[in-house]
């Protein structure tokens, strides 16, 4: 039976094999932030492309968008960011370690918590009233807290270098926005019509207060985010489309079934932005194994567009107060806003209005843990551990490992030869150093789907081995043939 995987586990294997490293580790480390190592890069950029495809490419009615994570101020006002991106936070009086409110631990609690991303900040306070059987997760007193207070969660920065010009910045705490600001732009010069998506994948950035579980929450983090735009009254059955396209795409990428669920929001929990949400949840393995969020979908309304044309109202009085967000309120909505300057207007129902908007939004960093979380695997092979990754083929760093058996009798020519001949169609690997067996287990470990190997044999009726990594199966297969051997079987 195959073992349960540990954290622990993943995280050894991720530093060994060059997955993932902590950041600045010549000095110590920096906490909750990561470098995705020759391996991890890899698989990373293997999990954006297979997001883009099936969100993106694909499909008919979904364009793409790469936006600066430096934004207008205003973006964040008009967002409600600026005001409600906050944690609930309390101090322990006896270490002084900060705790997000709404991940503090009864005592004698029976089970874990479920920990959300974030609450709204009122939600929150209303749901902090006790903290008097509040356990410090740090050092372990009970009740001893601080009144609840929130804590900003955007990093701030300053642009320009002149003090006359210079502004206060946020780094982005998700791509969402840039899409909405971009809705326009994206209008007026392709021929999308309603119902369409805007797709954006990139990195933001928020200063958690509680990180956790290795790249499981991060303040550096990349997210896939997908806006799609459909009229007023098609939503509900948009929402159920996209919520069964992203949980299959986590199962056809190979995650089990059994490890993802959905979890609907309840009323209370709702982002302020939000009608309806449902997350897309993995069981990861912190603790004795923890249903966590995997990916959120929102039906975010005409919410933010909304937004966005107040925030564009606000402007003026932006410049006349010194350019100082907090010295100025958001316009209020014109009454008109349904014909504004970021309405659709419907060709055929000659009908304008603020479009809708349901959001997938993905975690690219949590995805790639939660494929190495699932393709994980331990057994025992004549006597000895084997630990291997069972990727899907997509997902796979390494497609093909190309072995010599021996580095003698022209072995290495002919294995060099195939290999500068697949590396042009995959992700290629070329080892002949140590034992054979050995040398498969390195592949085992990085997850790579087949490995070829040239033998005596190949000299006489040129043939090599194929061994698949999950069965250990080997076949042969004529040099001519493998080409398109490989392609059917990893189906790229
Ligand atoms: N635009 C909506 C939005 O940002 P969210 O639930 O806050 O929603 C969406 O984030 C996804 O982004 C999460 O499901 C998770 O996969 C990823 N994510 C959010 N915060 C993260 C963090 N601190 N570290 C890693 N991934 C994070």
């Known amino acids: 039976m195959a073992k349960i995987t540990k954290l622990d586990d993943i995280v050894s294997l991720c530093k060994r094999r060059g997955f993932i490293f902590q950041s600045s580790e010549i000095y110590g480390g920096l906490a909750s932030c990561y470098d995705y190592g020759p391996l991890g890069v890899e698989l990373k950029s293997n999990v954006r492309s297979a997001w883009w495809k099936a969100v993106v490419q694909m499909r008919d009615d979904v364009v793409g968008l790469d936006c600066s994570i430096l934004m207008h101020p205003l973006v964040w006002k008009a967002s409600g960011h600026t005001d409600k991106f906050a944690d609930l936070i309390a101090e322990c009086k006896k270490c002084n370690t900060r705790t997000r409110v709404d991940h503090l631990e009864e005592k004698f609690a029976e089970q874990a918590q479920e920990h959300t991303e974030h609450v709204a900040i009122d939600v929150a306070m209303a749901k902090a009233q006790d903290l008097t059987n509040k356990v410090c997760p740090n050092c372990g007193s009970v009740g001893r807290f601080t009144e609840p207070m929130?804590?900003?969660?955007?990093f701030e920065t300053q642009m320009g270098a002149n003090v006359d010009d210079s502004m206060t910045l946020y780094l982005r705490p998700e791509t969402a926005q840039g899409i909405f600001a971009n809705f326009r732009n994206v209008l007026d010069t392709t021929r999308v019509k309603i119902p369409f998506g805007i797709a954006q994948i990139g990195k933001s950035f928020r200063n958690e207060v509680t990180t956790k579980a290795f790249i499981f929450r991060t303040r550096e983090f990349e997210q896939a985010e997908l806006e799609f735009f459909c009229e007023p009254g098609t939503d509900e059955e948009w929402f159920r489309h996209w919520?069964?396209?992203?949980f299959?795409?986590?199962?056809?990428?190979?995650?089990?079934?059994?490890?993802?669920r959905f979890r609907e929001h309840d009323a209370d929990e709702l982002a302020h932005y939000a009608k309806a949400c449902v997350d897309v949840e993995y069981r990861f393995p912190f603790g004795s194994g923890d249903w966590q969020e995997l990916e959120g979908i929102a039906n975010r309304t005409d919410y933010d567009l909304r937004q966005h044309q107040r925030g564009m109202r606000t402007l003026n009085k932006w410049f006349e107060n010194d350019r100082d967000l907090t010295k100025i309120e958001l316009s209020n909505e014109a009454e008109d806003y349904q014909s504004?300057?970021?309405?659709?207007?419907d060709d055929e129902k000659k009908q304008r209005y603020i479009p809708y908007v349901i959001e997938p939004s993905a975690g690219i960093d949590r995805s790639a843990l939660a494929f190495l979380v699932d393709a994980y695997d331990e057994e025992e092979v004549r006597g000895e551990k084997r630990n291997l990754l069972r990727f899907h083929p997509a997902l796979a760093p390494v497609k093909v490992g190309v072995f010599p058996l021996v580095k003698r009798e022209g072995m290495p020519e002919t294995a060099q030869n195939i290999y500068n001949d697949l590396k042009k169609y995959f992700n290629c690997f070329y080892d002949e150093k140590g034992a054979i067996g050995r040398r498969y287990r390195r592949q085992d470990e990085a997850g790579t789907p087949f490995c070829i190997t040239v033998d005596g044999q190949t000299k006489e009726d040129n043939t090599v081995t194929v061994r698949e990594r999950d069965s250990m199966e080997q076949i042969r297969v004529s040099t001519d043939q493998?080409?398109?051997?490989?392609?059917e079987k990893l189906d790229l």
């Open 150 to 154: 929130p804590f900003e969660l955007m």
């Open 243 to 246: 919520k069964e396209a992203r």
């Open 248 to 260: 299959n795409w986590y199962i056809g990428l190979g995650l089990k079934k059994e490890n993802l």
């Open 340 to 345: 504004g300057p970021l309405s659709y207007f």
């Open 482 to 487: 493998l080409l398109s051997h490989l392609r």
